[in-house]
């Protein structure tokens, strides 16, 4: 029987379920917790729920049950909790309790939806203090949260600019959820971002401000502030001139990059420079609606390449994928793994619209039979999607063959 302590074990409890069942090797180990929670959980735990009730060291709380989290939280190695930004007492609790934590999941949220009346200044104020909170033991955190829309007890937990500690040195993975339209200058994001040598790939969905991106590459033009920085995903970005020197600053260390960003606005030049520039770091690309040329581009140029995703997009024009059965170059990328090819008929405008011609399905699965004739050349795949929608992304289910 295993003697492994759970985070959940609290010992007068434990041990009077042990005795009662005269079990003595039961004594604080994770079936007796297991068995507790079976048991008592209607009467005492409430909305408290584990995803994994044996491993120990998880836990899903409802903020409603402070007084449980305040025993608990000390011995937590991964933690998801949704708070209302009222709650300011697990800002008190991430900073004194949490020495062990590795893991924290965050879902900043407010109960009262209803009310939408938080001015930029309350969000960088709660995101402030929830940063500058985090334990410096953490190496995965993942912070997603709704627009808040009251706050109170501002006093309870205060900090000033002297209150950010000096370095992040566990952090490798962050997710940021937080929009940047606004507050620039202010936003406690590249503060953070500054402190966190130890970053391996950063998510940032909500980079949404042309002024804001900018601002961000200017720090990953800055090696000595996210020396590590290998991955990042950008969920939405702004097209403009601080595309050429995002490329050039990832140039030397790049290993992956998602995007939701609608790539067919980008200029050949500029997907040229990305496969000079990352041709030989880049490992895994997600990079949506690009045209024909863009992507046999990447996939003759990007020799290490072990993931791949995009949404190769038909020209609006039939007559340019008539009866033209040009062959593609050969794919170089014979690393790939992972493989996500999805065509797009750009030229219809709405799923009821049927193809306008014979001619044009023809064109349409001549095109992907090209693609299909290079597939053979990947011998290291483990995982192909194909597929075929029109412009409606809804529109018609994508097929997966492992």
């Given amino acids: 029987m295993s003697s492994h302590v759970s985070i959940f074990d609290i010992p007068h409890i434990t041990e009077e379920i ?24 209607p009467l005492l735990w409430r909305e408290l729920t584990f995803e994994q009730p044996t491993d120990g ?16 939280i000390h011995m937590a190695k991964i933690l998801c909790i949704e708070v209302s930004c009222r709650y300011k007492g697990l800002l008190n609790l991430l900073s004194q309790s949490c020495n062990r934590l590795r893991v924290l999941k965050c879902i900043m949220s ?18 402030t203090m929830f940063l500058k909170s985090l334990p410096l033991t953490l ?15 501002r006093t309870a937990f205060q900090f000033t600019e002297q209150n950010w500690p000096e370095v992040y040195p566990s952090l490798e993975v962050a997710t940021l959820s937080m929009s940047l339209e606004d507050g620039v200058e202010e936003n406690p994001f590249f503060q953070f971002l500054q402190i966190c040598p130890a970053l391996k790939k950063l998510s940032c969905p909500r980079l949404a401000n042309t002024e804001a991106f900018g601002k961000f590459v200017s720090l990953l033009e800055t090696p ?16 403009g001139d601080h595309w050429s020197r995002f490329i050039l600053a990832m140039k030397t260390r790049m290993k992956g990059f998602t995007t939701d960003v609608d790539t ?66 050969n794919w170089t990328c014979v690393r790939l793994e992972e493989f996500k090819l999805v065509f797009v008929d750009g030229r219809i405008d709405s799923a009821e619209e049927p193809l306008r011609s014979m001619q044009e399905k023809r064109a349409v699965g001549r095109r992907i039979n090209q693609a299909y004739k290079q597939l053979g050349r990947l011998t290291n795949l483990k995982k192909l999607t194909v597929g075929w929608r029109t412009s409606v992304a809804f529109s018609v289910p994508i097929s997966t063959y492992p």
């Fill in 18 to 41: 042990g005795s009662k069942l005269n079990r003595q090797e039961l004594v604080s180990c994770t079936l007796v917790n297991k068995i507790f929670y079976e048991m008592f959980k």
């Fill in 57 to 72: 060291n998880e836990i899903v709380i409802d903020p409603a049950q402070k007084e449980l989290l305040i025993d608990n």
């Fill in 110 to 127: 407010s109960k009262d939806h209803g009310n939408v009346s938080s001015s930029m200044s309350d969000i960088l104020n709660i995101t």
């Fill in 139 to 153: 190496k995965i955190l993942y912070m997603f949260w709704i627009q808040p829309s009251q706050f109170t007890e």
């Fill in 224 to 239: 000595r502030l996210l020396p590590e920085l290998k991955e990042i995903d950008i969920g939405w970005q702004p097209i």
């Fill in 264 to 329: 067919t606005l980008l200029s050949p030049i500029a997907i040229s420079a990305l496969t000079t520039h990352w041709s030989r770091t880049v490992e895994s690309l997600r990079m949506p609606r690009m045209y024909c040329d863009n992507i046999q581009l990447i996939l003759t140029t990007c020799t290490n390449l072990r993931k791949f995703e995009c949404l190769w997009t038909l020209d609006r024009d039939a007559s340019q994928v008539n009866d033209e059965a040009v062959e593609p170059e």
